[in-house]
């Protein structure tokens, strides 16, 4: 009843939430968030500046159907037709009719393309979001800086002097000092400090993104009580030397990066892979582990490829460091005349947003209002980027969605060895002693191992056999007599195709039973699906021939060069089909049978020959009569191998394969012009390359000449990083603060202009910028002195007092209690139950993998494959995140995102009660603690508590817990298990688990 209270709670609190939300989103500034603001400058004004204001707006000589554009409360309030839109219903609201010419039609002469039609239905559905911009008509002379010279965040970093506060005993670190002052000022005092087991299990996750062991934290809870101040110290630098603070604090950086491995969608509804993103995620995790100078990692970031290398190595490094500027989701190529500067304005904006902390979008169409930045100043930043080749790859071959492009060639493959290394050993399939044994017992009336040339099959000539790559076919087959009943039957195999999935409308033909003949007339005929009208290749799919004309695709793509397992089983006009051990069928359908009077099968090729297979098949078994799903499941579970694809066999020599997404300059350097009204299709007055000129720096070294062989970003990427600069140590302290303590002391750590939030301790914040710089821009420098200090050791307990003058704990006079994130969640649950793999991951799941997500539209699209490494190495492809990360407010990776979301929703509840991730490791928890020698259950219990909780129970819980264990009839093994792995799921729900004190 508790639990249904709660949810109904939630339901009710969202709800009022988005009505009060829509309500007031679009009457003014001060409710709108940056997102959504930032939506509204990138994606909506520059198309109701171009296409809109002509004829409805106050310049206009008569605004169309009485119906204004440029406010809000125009918008809102709509024309003779009635209100335009209904804000958070798309389908209701008429703008998005007369966008898609349904009935009324705007613009009258060609409708939008369905890209920008998609961008006005998300902003309707946002709640119409609209910041009044005043003027916007182009600048052509930059704006008068008159905000420069006063607001806060564009004066120079200062050095102040630390308060001195009441208790002058309490401070450890002259940061102490700041925080304690403005603490005493508001009438606090600083809580407790935390305990020794709360402090190391907090230190932990904020420094790895994992939970302590129970033996950890006994050593540090002893030592602390003996020395400490000296046991937090080392305990600290011995974190800040694990290879995991770079998994941990890389991921933050990569939600600044915006960073995915698939485009997003386009706006089309295509979304194409990034098949070499994934070397820029290994880039930053390393650059984190090595410590690389902060100043130094935005250099590479911005100009890796055009700054001086010592080794092949070191060049192969800055250029993969490039990819922060090249991953960024593109709109289409397709209709699109502003498509180039798209892309330009994306590296604008992770530049201005995620470097500086502001927002220069809306200046790409008008002025900025608040900020002193300028069209001019746009257009002179954008000109750096106009000068840069943008290096994304094929993007699928789909030129609809952007055109191919070029990619970095790596010196070095992904282990950094070179080429003279010798070439790499052949992955080879390993079957276990039981494989053969369990085909057997289900009586197949043919199985071949296919590590020797069959006796009971008939290979063709050329064809080669051998116990490492079993049958290994080319242009040739092997050939089979069945025997079937009632067009029953089921054929077991393991393959690996070494063709490219997009290189031929089909990519391989594995098994047919049918006719040898020139035409698939009839028989069935299993394949990998290719480029053919487009559809998605890589999927397994069954095809009844020209006879029947139909067929079946699956779901899930093959990589290319990978072992895989296949059951396949006709029983009449059904089939089915399980893939790599997998839980539900990859086919699963009604195909009619034209099998007819066939025997004969063929293995390696279609009856006709057509797409024969290029790899190897191994261990054939042909069986007449349906298997059942348990049946094939205990086959694959009997092999020894994983579920899912196995690793992928290196690429022959010779082939391109070590390539990353980057930059590089343009051939020809010239200088831009202004876009009027954001167009590319209206110049206007050309603008030399340069920065932002209401940043002043106050350094003569600060802005070093533009060169005319170059783009000038090797002269941005030291603008950037001048220790001068007013933003860029501020944003990157902010940033640091808010991941230890779960609240930054600017809350808009985008923004710090006048939309921004101001900082609630402006003097600490400049202390530790120059306390940054002054220590070598060292992150790892940063971050220990900051977690050595008493305000973050202080305990979340509280009291009313502390609660009501600062319920949102601005004031710091407590820890704040924060729940773990989504990756820190998963990677803590595969910990505690034994199965974490903590060792870096390789490569992605899909680097190998280039094609068109989720097309044609509705088109479900798997590629995720099951991992026990890091989150940090899953595959995070845009609008198709991890399945074991999206419930809990996962960024998208479609734009800058320095503070994630924070929602509390029933389907998160939901999603811990039924993750197969949950269940799988409730399960091998409970395994591991069942399997714990010596122990009866009480003694596991204690066993279970200490691994997840790092605590013995209390009494009252160890006896609750046996309760439950036991409750209930006598159970039998299988129900004993049952029960532990419900009991151990249920830790990994409670608050404790889940939250850091």
Same mark, same amino acid.
């Given at each position: 009843?508790?639990?249904?209270?709660?949810?109904?709670?939630?339901?009710?609190?969202?709800?009022?939430?988005?009505?009060?939300?829509?309500?007031?989103?679009?009457?003014?500034?001060?409710?709108?968030?940056?997102?959504?603001?930032?939506?509204?400058?990138?994606?909506?004004?520059?198309?109701?500046?171009?296409?809109?204001?002509?004829?409805?707006?106050?310049?206009?000589?008569?605004?169309?159907?009485?119906?204004?554009?440029?406010?809000?409360?125009?918008?809102?309030?709509?024309?003779?037709?009635?209100?335009?839109?209904?804000?958070?219903?798309?389908?209701?609201?008429?703008?998005?009719?007369?966008?898609?010419?349904?009935?009324?039609?705007?613009?009258?002469?060609?409708?939008?393309?369905?890209?920008?039609?998609?961008?006005?239905?998300?902003?309707?559905?946002?709640?119409?979001?609209?910041?009044?911009?005043?003027?916007?008509?182009?600048?052509?002379?930059?704006?008068?800086?008159?905000?420069?010279?006063?607001?806060?965040?564009?004066?120079?970093?200062?050095?102040?002097?630390?308060?001195?506060?009441?208790?002058?005993?309490?401070?450890?670190?002259?940061?102490?000092?700041?925080?304690?002052?403005?603490?005493e000022?508001?009438?606090?005092?600083?809580?407790?400090?935390?305990?020794?087991?709360?402090?190391?299990?907090?230190?932990?996750?904020?420094?790895?993104?994992?939970?302590?062991?129970?033996?950890?934290?006994?050593?540090?809870?002893?030592?602390?009580?003996?020395?400490?101040?000296?046991a937090v110290?080392?305990?600290?630098?011995?974190l800040?030397?694990?290879?995991?603070?770079?998994?941990?604090?890389?991921?933050?950086?990569?939600?600044?990066?915006?960073?995915?491995e698939?485009?997003?969608?386009?706006?089309?509804?295509?979304?194409?892979?990034?098949?070499?993103?994934?070397r820029?995620?290994?880039?930053?995790?390393?650059?984190?582990? @090595?410590?690389?100078?902060?100043?130094?990692?935005?250099?590479e970031? &911005?100009?890796g !490829? %055009?700054? =001086?290398?010592?080794? $092949? +190595?070191?060049?192969?490094?800055?250029?993969?460091?490039?990819?922060?500027?090249?991953?960024?989701?593109?709109?289409?190529?397709?209709?699109?005349?502003?498509?180039?500067?798209?892309?330009?304005?994306?590296?604008?904006?992770?530049?201005?947003?995620?470097?500086?902390?502001?927002?220069?979008?809306?200046?790409r169409?008008?002025?900025?209002?608040?900020?002193?930045?300028?069209?001019?100043?746009?257009?002179?930043?954008?000109?750096?980027f106009?000068?840069?080749?943008?290096?994304?790859?094929?993007?699928?071959?789909?030129?609809?969605?952007?055109?191919?492009?070029?990619?970095?060639?790596?010196?070095?493959?992904? @282990?950094?060895?070179?080429?003279?290394?010798?070439?790499?050993?052949? &992955?080879?399939? !390993? %079957?276990? =002693?039981?494989?053969? $044994? +369990?085909?057997?017992?289900?009586?197949?009336?043919?199985?071949?191992?296919?590590?020797?040339?069959?006796?009971?099959?008939?290979?063709?000539?050329?064809?080669?056999?051998?116990?490492?790559?079993?049958?290994?076919?080319?242009?040739?087959?092997?050939?089979?007599?069945?025997?079937?009943?009632?067009?029953?039957?089921?054929?077991?195999?393991w393959?690996?195709?070494?063709?490219?999935?997009?290189?031929?409308?089909?990519?391989?033909?594995?098994?047919?039973?049918?006719?040898?003949?020139?035409?698939?007339?009839?028989?069935?005929?299993?394949?990998?699906?290719?480029?053919?009208?487009?559809?998605?290749?890589?999927?397994?799919?069954?095809?009844?021939?020209n006879?029947?004309?139909?067929?079946?695709?699956?779901?899930?793509?093959?990589?290319?060069?990978?072992?895989?397992?296949?059951?396949?089983?006709?029983?009449?006009?059904?089939?089915?089909?399980?893939?790599?051990?997998?839980?539900t069928?990859?086919?699963?359908?009604?195909?009619?049978?034209?099998?007819?009077?066939?025997?004969?099968?063929?293995?390696?090729?279609?009856?006709?020959?057509?797409?024969?297979?290029?790899?190897?098949?191994?261990?054939?078994?042909?069986?007449?009569?349906?298997?059942?799903?348990?049946?094939?499941?205990?086959?694959?579970?009997?092999?020894g191998?994983?579920?899912?694809?196995?690793?992928?066999?290196?690429?022959?020599?010779?082939?391109?394969?070590?390539?990353?997404?980057g930059?590089?300059?343009?051939?020809?350097?010239?200088?831009?012009?202004?876009?009027?009204?954001?167009s590319?299709?209206?110049?206007?007055?050309?603008?030399?390359?340069?920065?932002?000129?209401?940043?002043?720096?106050?350094?003569?070294?600060a802005?070093?000449?533009?060169?005319?062989?170059?783009?000038?970003?090797?002269?941005?990427?030291?603008?950037?990083?001048h220790?001068?600069?007013?933003l860029?140590?501020?944003?990157?302290?902010?940033?640091?603060?808010q991941?230890?303590?779960?609240?930054a002391?600017v809350?808009?750590?985008?923004?710090?202009?006048?939309?921004?939030?101001r900082?609630?301790?402006?003097?600490?914040?400049?202390?530790?910028?120059?306390?940054?710089?002054?220590?070598?821009?060292?992150?790892?420098?940063?971050?220990?002195?900051?977690?050595?200090?008493?305000?973050?050791q202080?305990?979340?307990?509280?009291?009313?007092?502390?609660?009501?003058?600062?319920?949102?704990?601005?004031?710091?006079?407590?820890?704040?209690?924060?729940?773990?994130?989504?990756?820190?969640?998963?990677?803590?649950?595969?910990?505690?139950?034994?199965?974490?793999?903590?060792?870096?991951?390789?490569?992605?799941?899909?680097?190998?993998?280039?094609?068109?997500?989720?097309?044609?539209?509705?088109?479900?699209?798997?590629?995720?494959?099951?991992?026990?490494?890091?989150?940090?190495?899953?595959?995070?492809?845009?609008?198709?995140?991890?399945?074991?990360?999206?419930?809990?407010?996962?960024?998208?990776?479609?734009?800058?995102?320095?503070?994630?979301?924070?929602?509390?929703?029933?389907?998160?509840?939901?999603?811990?009660?039924?993750?197969?991730?949950?269940?799988?490791?409730?399960?091998?928890?409970?395994?591991?603690?069942?399997d714990?020698?010596?122990?009866?259950?009480a003694?596991?219990?204690?066993?279970?508590?200490?691994?997840?909780?790092?605590?013995?129970?209390?009494?009252?819980?160890?006896?609750?817990?046996?309760?439950?264990?036991?409750g209930g009839?006598?159970?039998?093994?299988?129900?004993?298990?049952?029960?532990?792995?419900?009991?151990?799921?249920?830790?990994?729900?409670?608050?404790?688990?889940?939250?850091?004190?």
């Amino acid at each position: 009843m508790r639990l249904l209270l709660t949810i109904q709670y939630h339901c009710t609190c969202l709800s009022g939430a988005i009505w009060i939300g829509l309500g007031v989103v679009a009457s003014g500034d001060g409710t709108i968030t940056p997102e959504a603001r930032h939506f509204f400058e990138t994606r909506i004004r520059p198309v109701l500046v171009e296409r809109c204001f002509e004829c409805h707006s106050a310049g206009a000589k008569k605004p169309g159907g009485k119906l204004r554009l440029d406010n809000p409360e125009a918008l809102l309030k709509g024309g003779a037709s009635g209100p335009l839109v209904v804000p958070g219903k798309p389908g209701e609201s008429l703008l998005l009719q007369a966008l898609q010419h349904d009935g009324v039609e705007m613009p009258p002469e060609t409708p939008l393309p369905e890209t920008i039609v998609h961008d006005f239905r998300e902003w309707v559905r946002m709640g119409v979001p609209y910041p009044d911009a005043g003027d916007l008509r182009p600048a052509v002379q930059a704006a008068e800086p008159t905000i420069a010279s006063t607001f806060w965040s564009f004066q120079a970093v200062g050095n102040p002097d630390p308060p001195e506060p009441a208790d002058r005993a309490w401070s450890r670190d002259p940061l102490d000092r700041f925080v304690l002052a403005r603490m005493e000022a508001a009438g606090l005092k600083p809580t407790a400090d935390a305990r020794a087991a709360h402090l190391v299990r907090r230190l932990y996750i904020d420094l790895l993104g994992l939970p302590p062991t129970m033996e950890q934290t006994r050593n540090f809870v002893k030592e602390a009580r003996q020395q400490p101040r000296a046991a937090v110290e080392q305990l600290v630098d011995d974190l800040l030397a694990s290879p995991h603070f770079g998994e941990r604090w890389g991921r933050h950086w990569l939600d600044v990066a915006r960073y995915g491995e698939s485009n997003g969608n386009d706006g089309l509804g295509r979304n194409a892979t990034f098949p070499h993103a994934w070397r820029y995620r290994d880039y930053v995790i390393q650059a984190f582990n @090595d410590d690389v100078p902060y100043d130094r990692f935005l250099r590479e970031q &911005v100009a890796g !490829d %055009l700054l =001086p290398a010592t080794t $092949p +190595a070191d060049r192969d490094r800055q250029r993969v460091a490039t990819g922060f500027l090249a991953i960024g989701s593109k709109p289409a190529k397709a209709m699109n005349d502003n498509f180039d500067m798209d892309v330009v304005a994306d590296q604008v904006d992770v530049v201005s947003r995620g470097v500086m902390g502001i927002s220069m979008a809306c200046a790409r169409c008008h002025d900025h209002k608040h900020d002193p930045l300028s069209t001019r100043d746009y257009y002179a930043l954008a000109g750096i980027f106009q000068n840069t080749e943008t290096l994304w790859g094929r993007a699928a071959n789909e030129k609809l969605t952007a055109p191919p492009t070029p990619l970095h060639e790596l010196s070095a493959d992904p @282990d950094g060895r070179f080429p003279e290394m010798p070439h790499p050993v052949k &992955v080879v399939l !390993d %079957l276990a =002693p039981g494989y053969a $044994p +369990a085909v057997n017992a289900l009586e197949p009336i043919l199985y071949a191992p296919l590590d020797a040339p069959p006796g009971n099959l008939v290979p063709e000539k050329g064809l080669t056999f051998s116990p490492e790559d079993f049958a290994v076919f080319s242009s040739k087959r092997i050939r089979g007599e069945g025997s079937l009943s009632n067009d029953t039957f089921s054929v077991s195999f393991w393959f690996r195709n070494g063709k490219a999935n997009q290189e031929r409308p089909v990519t391989a033909y594995l098994f047919s039973l049918a006719p040898d003949a020139k035409k698939p007339s009839s028989g069935d005929h299993l394949g990998i699906s290719g480029n053919y009208q487009g559809k998605p290749p890589g999927k397994l799919f069954i095809f009844n021939g020209n006879t029947g004309k139909v067929s079946l695709r699956g779901t899930t793509t093959i990589p290319p060069r990978t072992w895989n397992h296949v059951v396949y089983v006709r029983e009449g006009h059904h089939v089915k089909a399980w893939l790599n051990g997998g839980n539900t069928p990859e086919l699963d359908g009604e195909v009619p049978s034209t099998v007819g009077s066939a025997r004969t099968f063929f293995i390696g090729a279609r009856n006709d020959r057509f797409a024969p297979l290029q790899g190897n098949v191994a261990a054939f078994a042909f069986f007449n009569r349906a298997l059942t799903g348990e049946e094939a499941a205990r086959l694959h579970e009997s092999s020894g191998q994983p579920k899912g694809p196995g690793d992928q066999m290196p690429l022959p020599p010779g082939v391109k394969k070590n390539l990353a997404m980057g930059v590089r300059d343009r051939a020809a350097i010239k200088e831009g012009k202004i876009n009027i009204k954001g167009s590319a299709k209206k110049l206007g007055p050309v603008v030399p390359r340069g920065f932002p000129s209401g940043l002043v720096i106050q350094a003569e070294d600060a802005c070093l000449p533009m060169p005319t062989n170059q783009s000038g970003r090797v002269e941005l990427a030291h603008w950037l990083t001048h220790p001068a600069h007013p933003l860029t140590t501020r944003v990157m302290v902010n940033r640091v603060w808010q991941h230890l303590f779960g609240q930054a002391l600017v809350g808009t750590p985008d923004d710090f202009g006048v939309y921004g939030q101001r900082p609630t301790h402006p003097e600490l914040l400049d202390h530790l910028a120059t306390r940054f710089v002054d220590g070598d821009w060292s992150v790892k420098k940063l971050v220990r002195l900051i977690v050595l200090s008493r305000t973050y050791q202080l305990s979340s307990t509280s009291d009313t007092h502390r609660q009501e003058v600062d319920p949102e704990n601005t004031w710091y006079s407590r820890h704040q209690r924060r729940r773990l994130d989504a990756e820190s969640l998963r990677d803590s649950v595969l910990l505690v139950s034994g199965r974490l793999e903590t060792r870096p991951g390789r490569g992605s799941a899909i680097q190998e993998v280039d094609i068109l997500l989720n097309w044609p539209i509705g088109e479900a699209t798997n590629l995720h494959k099951p991992s026990l490494h890091r989150s940090v190495y899953l595959c995070m492809m845009r609008n198709a995140p991890p399945p074991e990360l999206a419930a809990f407010d996962l960024p998208d990776g479609m734009g800058v995102t320095g503070r994630r979301h924070e929602t509390i929703l029933p389907g998160q509840s939901l999603y811990l009660i039924n993750s197969p991730l949950l269940v799988e490791q409730a399960q091998a928890l409970a395994a591991r603690v069942l399997d714990a020698p010596g122990l009866d259950d009480a003694g596991r219990i204690d066993r279970v508590y200490q691994w997840a909780l790092q605590r013995a129970p209390h009494p009252g819980e160890r006896k609750r817990a046996l309760a439950y264990l036991h409750g209930g009839a006598v159970q039998d093994e299988a129900g004993r298990k049952k029960n532990w792995a419900s009991f151990c799921q249920a830790l990994f729900m409670t608050n404790e688990f889940r939250y850091i004190d």
